[in-house]
T-cell receptor, first 114, second 112 residues
Framework: DSGVTQTPKHLITATGQRVTLRCSPR?????VYWYQQSLDQGLQFLIQYYNGEERAKGNILERFSAQQFPDLHSELNLSSLELGDSALYFC?????????????FGEGSRLTVL | DQQVKQNSPSLSVQEGRISILNCDYTNSMFDYFLWYKKYPAEGPTFLIS?????DKNEDGRFTVFLNKSAKHLSLHIVPSQPGDSAVYFCAANGHNFNKFYFGSGTKLNVKP
């Protein structure tokens, strides 16, 4: 158990819909990262937050947005969903921002868009 | 732009033999490298890391080698065990980066 909690574990929805994925980082970790893993692909970095502020942005679509709340949990919002958004979405946390020693991953949220 | 590449999608090894997983990177600013292991239906878990000031780091059955001039790192697992069967991701990070770059993973199958 990494200490990172993601909900929901599975989500099935239709094209055009909007979903919210939630992540609770490990106790004491201030940084939250979101990654997308599509079929047979590597982990694509989406976005990072540190103590409530956006720190780094990757290949995140404009239809996607995220935020980190004062209690440090984070939400990833995916809107106007397309078939190609079907993927595993991982949240990871680390103690610091600038030079994380390692990332602790949640079990992922599997999104299926029909 | 894939800055970290794992060119072998899969690898099959007999139990007890050595498993060698390879990873190449393109950005010379990377100075910290990690390997993660991922079982089905689980998130990736940290396995071993290496800083660019070293060329080898060992932890039990796992050893990571770094060749900076070739921009190449490898993970050696000796002896391989069936429980090592998983997908292995390499990742890289550098001083000016707030994020890790991950490779596409290598699926290791260790046959009993």
């Amino acid at each position: 158990d990494s200490g990172v909690t993601q909900t929901p574990k599975h989500l099935i929805t239709a094209t055009g819909q909007r979903v919210t994925l939630r992540c609770s980082p490990r106790s004491g970790d201030l940084s939250v990262y979101w990654y997308q893993q599509s079929l047979d692909q590597g982990l694509q970095f989406l976005i990072q937050y540190y103590n409530g502020e956006e720190r780094a942005k990757g290949n995140i679509l404009e239809r996607f947005s995220a935020q980190q709340f004062p209690d440090l949990h984070s939400e990833l919002n995916l809107s106007s969903l397309e078939l190609g958004d079907s993927a595993l979405y991982f949240c990871a946390s680390s103690r610091t921002s600038g030079r994380p020693g390692e990332l602790f991953f949640g079990e992922g949220s599997r999104l299926t868009v029909l | 732009d894939q800055q970290v590449k794992q060119n072998s999608p899969s690898l099959s090894v007999q139990e007890g033999r050595i498993s060698i997983l390879n990873c190449d990177y393109t950005n010379s600013m990377f100075d910290y490298f990690l390997w993660y292991k991922k079982y089905p239906a689980e998130g990736p878990t940290f396995l071993i890391s290496i800083s660019s000031i070293k060329d080898k780091n060992e932890d039990g059955r796992f050893t990571v080698f770094l060749n900076k001039s070739a921009k190449h790192l490898s993970l050696h697992i000796v002896p391989s065990q069936p429980g090592d069967s998983a997908v292995y991701f390499c990742a890289a990070n550098g001083h000016n980066f707030n994020k890790f770059y991950f490779g596409s993973g290598t699926k290791l199958n260790v046959k009993p």
